[in-house]
Every structure is written in structure tokens, then in C-alpha cells.
């Protein structure tokens, strides 16, 4: 018989299992085919190892990286959020609500399918807490499968003493009676309105987004389509404290824990369907399971490259406790009667537990 | 502004696409230009590419590793980059590649098979580099539009070209 192809000598050598029995039978009785087979197994090894190069990557700092490029080169108002360096400063300028922020948060992941926010929430690791409502909301694939439309004003204004902020925010403000070290003087208040967010599901737009992830939309359950959940997050309250440097050393905020409600089918079944759609990862699908309509349970969905998480008690409730890997920012967050609480800030996570415990 | 569409910039997949192949892309462009940190480089171009894109989930492996292969050899084509790069770690005494090859190849007949990497048809070199990455027959075959039968040809016809280089210069000298 004919000698097999060079090609097929090649292949031979990566994957045998690829090349036709009657080639492999040949060449294993043919001298001329096996010194042209040692020929090309020695130019492979050489060729392979004059390519060969130390590539072992940092995924999670690679992906900050890209998601900032990206963002920045698309939306101009991004420009403003800075990456990684700036947290810090970006907290400082903008002491944004953390519960508040983080109650939108949380809302908008129960309901549009978290794979869009998580990127946001990415870029700028766990100071997502300084980020604006409207920013969390402003994201691309809550349109990927519906309308959204954000109402109330969730930004956060100063007011002069935690008696007025208790007023306007209508939440007792929590005094904290021990800072950590480092953190002195009196903290800034502020206040922030109660934001509802209403989506409204479009089977066509879920289907073409399913249809660009390269997969088939499960079929919705009856009656999604045209539906609304409605998700209400604040008021809520802030304090924020600085260091000596000028820098934020404690933020203790304080919301109305995020609820979510919906027109004509009940929101377990649009939140499970939405669960369900590609895209999602599995982890953070385990973890919203847990949403439930009257915001009881907290889910929180963290990035775990970025982000280690762990559970304590704080005077009986069960928290969440984040510290980014690189120990620049701890936080604990809670629910109890309906409200959400965080402690955060350049902190190591011992710190901010005792502030939290130590919240009257 | 590009027109994306997104108002986030981000498309929704790229978060899952990124993660599961930027090693991959980043060991393709490694492969062609010897250097990690012009590969993240590249890497990164590819993936913003790839989010203004329209390419479907489904085909963002094939279609990342070969825009990271053409991307790379567009640079050493030029040659600039690489060779500052190996200037530079070779002035630091680092080994740009692990120790082990280096019994078999040299700095300076890498530094060679590089360039001639960048005078290889194209399609050969894309295919050679993507195979010594990892990427199987059928999926070198698929991103390159090849029928699997004449993958193993293709690369084949790029080593022997390789080897030829680092033969020629050796009775040279």
C-alpha cells in the first residue's frame, strides 16, 4: 500500500487515535515510514520547545484590566470611576450609601439574572458599595432581557447630625461605640430616598441575548412575558468616618433591606426562570436561590477571585463577612426586622466584626 | 464611541469567556512572541476585540486563539517588540523560557525561530502556534477553516521549515 502522508505521521504523534487503523498498521511494519515518523517527532520536540513560554497569568488582575479598558472606552462617564488605585479616593469623594448601594445590588442580581452586574461588581472589587445606584442600574444585560426602569433618587446628601438623619431616613442611625484604631473624630452623615427599580421581562429580548450566548432560551413559564417584579431598595443612612490621612477609615450604613414584588405570577417563579437562563454561573445561581420576595435572606453573590467570604454572628443575626484578598477592604453586612446593615472600610475583618457588635 | 450597544461596555458573555480562556490566549501569543507580558499585551487586545464583537459564545475559543496568533505575529513581524523584550530579560540574566528547554534550544536560536515564525505563510505559522498550544486537530481545523486531514500537514510543512532555519544557521557557524 501507499505510505501514509506526512501530515498523517504528524498526527500520529498528537493524536493517534485520530489517524486511520490501516495507516497506524503500516507504518508500525514500514522502516521508511517510521524513520520519516522519528524525523518528524524530533522537528515537533524541537519546534516545541524554541516556542515554548513561561505564560502563567493573574486572571482576576488580567480581568480588571480589561473590564476598566472596556468600560472606559465606551462610556465616557465611567472615566470618572477610577480602577483599582482610586477606590479609596473614589470613596472619599462619594461615600455613596453603602447599605443602600449594596441593597440595589443585591435587588437588581435577584431578578436580571446576574451575569452583568457581576462585572460591574467586579471592576470595582467590593467598593461597589461606593458606587451610585444608578451606576448598578445602568447595566447591559438587565436590558439583555427586558426593560428596566429605575425610579426615585438613591443618591446620598450630607446632613448635619445623626437627629436629622434619623428623621428624613425614617431608620434609627446606629452608634458606633468603639472605632478602630486609626479612625478618629466625628463622622459625616448622610441620607439617601427610597429607589425602586421595575423590570419588565421581553421573551424576545431574553431569547436573543440566550441566542448571542450561543444557546436556546428555556421556555419561559406562562405568563412571564410582559410581567413586572418591582424591587424597592431605602431609604438609608450612612455614616463615614476618616482617618487621620484624610483617607475613609469606616463607613456604617443602614437601609431598608431591598423587596422585591411582582405583577401577575409570583416572583419565586420569575426569579427561578431567570436562574435558569445561560449565562448565569453556577455559584452565583446557588447563592441567589436564597433571595426570597420579603427580603429576608441575604444573598450575597460575591466574586470569590477577588473576594473571600465567610459567616459570623452579629448579636444573633447571621452575617456576611467579605475581606478583598488583598486586605484592602473588609466589610460585614446583615439583615434584621427589614433592615440592612454594612460595616466597611480599609479594615481587617476582626475590626470591622467588633464595630459591628459594638453598634447600639 | 464605538457602537456597542452596551451601555456598560461589557458584553454579558465576556465575563465567562474571559475567564475561561484568557490563559489559553495569553499561551498562544506567548508562544509566538517569548515574552508573558507583550502576550498579556496582545491578550488584552484580542479581548477588547472580542467584546465590540458580534462572535457568539460559542465560537469565542477558536476565534480568540487565532486573533491572539495574528496579533502576535503582526508584532514580531515587525520585530520591534520581541527583540526589546528579549534585550531586556537577557540584560537581567532572566531566562525568558524555563530552564528545561533551554538544554535544547538557545536564547538566540529561539530569538531565530521567532522571526522565522513571522516569515511562515500564514496560515501555517496560525496553525503551528495553535497546535503547540493545545488546541486539538479538529479545533485547529475549525478555527482555520482546514479540513482536519490536511491540519497535520500544514503544521508539519511549518516545523520543517522551522528546523531548516536552525539547521542552516548551525553549519553556518
Known amino acids: 500500500m501507499r505510505h501514509p502522508t506526512d501530515g498523517v505521521l504528524r498526527r500520529l504523534i498528537d493524536e493517534p487515535a485520530g489517524v486511520a487503523e490501516t495507516d497506524r498498521r503500516h507504518v508500525a511494519g514500514c522502516p521508511q515510514c517510521l524513520a520519516a515518523l522519528a524525523a518528524t517527532r524530533e522537528d515537533a520536540a524541537l519546534v516545541g520547545a524554541a516556542l515554548s513560554a513561561d505564560a502563567e497569568v493573574d486572571v482576576p488582575a488580567a480581568w480588571t484590566r480589561l473590564s476598566t479598558a472596556a468600560a472606559g472606552s465606551t462610556s465616557p462617564a465611567r472615566d470618572r470611576i477610577p480602577a483599582r488605585r482610586g477606590r479609596l479616593g473614589d470613596l472619599v469623594r462619594r461615600p455613596a450609601a453603602a447599605a443602600l448601594a449594596v441593597g440595589v445590588v443585591l435587588a437588581g442580581a435577584g431578578t436580571a439574572a446576574a451575569n452583568d452586574w457581576l462585572p460591574i461588581f467586579r471592576t470595582e472589587e467590593v467598593a461597589a458599595v461606593g ?70 421581562f421581553s421573551a424576545e429580548r431574553a431569547a436573543r441575548a440566550a441566542a448571542e450566548a450561543g444557546e436556546a432560551l428555556p421556555t419561559p413559564p406562562p405568563g412571564l412575558d410582559g410581567s413586572s417584579v418591582r424591587l424597592v431598595a431605602g431609604p438609608g443612612v450612612a455614616q463615614v468616618w476618616t482617618t487621620t490621612t484624610g483617607a475613609p477609615g469606616l463607613i456604617v450604613g443602614r437601609a431598608v433591606a431591598p423587596t422585591a414584588f411582582s405583577s401577575g405570577i409570583p416572583f419565586e417563579t420569575v426569579r427561578d426562570y431567570l436562574l435558569s437562563l445561560p449565562g448565569l454561573p453556577d455559584d452565583v445561581a446557588a447563592q441567589l436561590r436564597a433571595f426570597t420576595a420579603d427580603g429576608s435572606t441575604l444573598p450575597l453573590p460575591v466574586p470569590s477571585d477577588y473576594v473571600t467570604t465567610s459567616t459570623e454572628d452579629v448579636d444573633g443575626e447571621r452575617a456576611t463577612v467579605l475581606a478583598t484578598r488583598d486586605r484592602m477592604l473588609a466589610a460585614v453586612v446583615w439583615v434584621a426586622d427589614g433592615e440592612l446593615t454594612v460595616v466597611a472600610g480599609p479594615l481587617d475583618t476582626d475590626e470591622v466584626l467588633t464595630v459591628a457588635r459594638g453598634l447600639r | 464611541m464605538p457602537a456597542t450597544g452596551t451601555p456598560g461596555g461589557l458584553r454579558p458573555d465576556l465575563d465567562g469567556v474571559f ?55 503582526n508584532l514580531i513581524r515587525s520585530g520591534r517588540r520581541r527583540a526589546a523584550h528579549e534585550r531586556t530579560a537577557a540584560a537581567r540574566g532572566l531566562p525568558v523560557v524555563p530552564d528545561v528547554a533551554d538544554d535544547v534550544v538557545t536564547l538566540e536560536e529561539r530569538g531565530r525561530v521567532r522571526a522565522a515564525l513571522g516569515r511562515l505563510p500564514r496560515k501555517q505559522a496560525v496553525a503551528l502556534v495553535l497546535r503547540h498550544s493545545g488546541l486539538s486537530y479538529a479545533e485547529v481545523a475549525a478555527a482555520l477553516d482546514l479540513s482536519p486531514g490536511s491540519v497535520g500537514t500544514t503544521v508539519r510543512r511549518a516545523e520543517s521549515a522551522l528546523r531548516e532555519e536552525l539547521t542552516r544557521h548551525a553549519s553556518s557557524h
Open chain 1, 131 to 200: 458606587l451610585r445606584s444608578a451606576d448598578l442600574l445602568a447595566l447591559p444585560d438587565l436590558a439583555a432581557y427586558g426593560d428596566v426602569e429605575l425610579t426615585g433618587d438613591g443618591d446620598l446628601r450630607s446632613v448635619p447630625d445623626a437627629e436629622t438623619a434619623a428623621t428624613e431616613s425614617g431608620l434609627d442611625v446606629p452608634e458606633v461605640d468603639a472605632l478602630p484604631a486609626g479612625v478618629t473624630g466625628g463622622p459625616v452623615y448622610q441620607v439617601g430616598g427610597q429607589v425602586t427599580a421595575t423590570f419588565t
Open chain 2, 19 to 73: 475567564r475561561r480562556e484568557y490563559p489559553r490566549v495569553v499561551a498562544v501569543a506567548a508562544r509566538v512572541l517569548g515574552s508573558r507580558d507583550s502576550a498579556e499585551d496582545v491578550a488584552q487586545e484580542v479581548f477588547l476585540a472580542f467584546n465590540r464583537s458580534a462572535v457568539p459564545a460559542g465560537e469565542a475559543a477558536g476565534w480568540l486563539s487565532v486573533a491572539a496568533a495574528h496579533t502576535a505575529l
